[in-house]
């Protein structure tokens, strides 16, 4: 099954879970992103893999108009049916996939990703596109999953995204992040970081995670060293800590 499709397969599956998923509707990252988009005069804002559109409810009443994005069907459904329950009549939804973005260059001030970029096939050729959608000036918002810069953890950390989700391609490096921005010719800073803990049984509930794939993953976390244990701080019921990190980038040339 090709990337894509299987992003499309595993979350069109659990598109309502994520809607109501703890992790995903809250936190101060949210409160950060409103303060970004009133820097702007109703600002015409992209949220580039929108998933159940929390970005997107956060940042509606401070816009002129947002276009949620995403390659999952269902997970637009979502947030179309979610949107018009909030009475956010701005928001509009539109399928498609990160790499390939089907907007005239400039046609953004703000361009915003959060918790997706981790299963793009591509995220050079998707930063390109970013930059060229968003006019001079605009700003581009990415926030995600980091992985440690020490190999032992970042190993450790795709092995267990990979074995609870199939399409996670990988959690990126803030090191790597840095390069990638520099790539694609934005003028970037690391803003914040923080740690996110993933209760187990919500994590793995979100996905669906088969019971060979949980066992696994109970596997190589009580199998691991004691840095390693130490590093994710690891519970006894086997919820663990993970790095998020913002990233704002402009578009200055």
């Keep these: 099954m090709k990337q894509q499709a299987l992003v499309t397969q595993q979350f069109g599956n659990t598109a309502e879970a994520y809607l109501s998923s703890t992790v995903h509707a809250t936190g101060a990252d949210l409160c ?101 959608v968003l006019r001079y000036g605009g700003v581009f918002v990415v926030i995600d999953i980091v992985a440690p810069e020490t190999a032992l953890y970042d190993t450790t950390l795709q092995a267990v995204e990979l074995l609870r989700d199939s399409s996670h391609v990988r959690d990126y490096r803030v090191s790597e992040w840095s390069a990638m921005l520099d790539a694609a010719a934005f003028s970037h800073a690391y803003s914040s970081g923080w740690k996110l803990v993933m209760q187990f049984e919500q994590w793995i509930g979100r996905m669906r995670t088969p019971t060979e794939r949980v066992q696994a993953i109970h596997s190589l976390f009580d199998s691991g060293s004691e840095e390693v244990s130490a590093y994710f701080m690891v519970q006894d019921d086997h919820s663990f800590s993970i790095d998020a990190a913002l990233f704002e980038a402009r578009r200055v040339s």
């Excluded at 929108?50 to 816009?63: L, P, W």
């Excluded at 907007?103 to 990703?113: E, M, Q």
Aim: aromatic share 6%; charged share 20%.
């Design 32 to 132: 950060a992103l409103q303060r970004i988009a009133i820097r702007y005069p109703m600002p015409k804002i992209l949220d580039l893999g929108c998933g159940a559109g929390h970005v997107s409810f956060a940042v509606a009443t401070n816009a002129d108009s947002v276009i949620a994005y995403d390659v999952s069907e269902q997970m637009l459904e979502v947030v179309a049916n979610a949107a018009k329950e909030k009475n956010l009549g701005n928001i509009q939804t539109q399928q498609g996939c990160a790499e390939s973005l089907p907007f005239a260059d400039g046609s953004f001030d703000i361009v915003i990703t959060r918790f997706s970029a981790h299963h793009w096939q591509d995220v050079p050729t998707a930063l390109k596109e970013v930059h060229r």
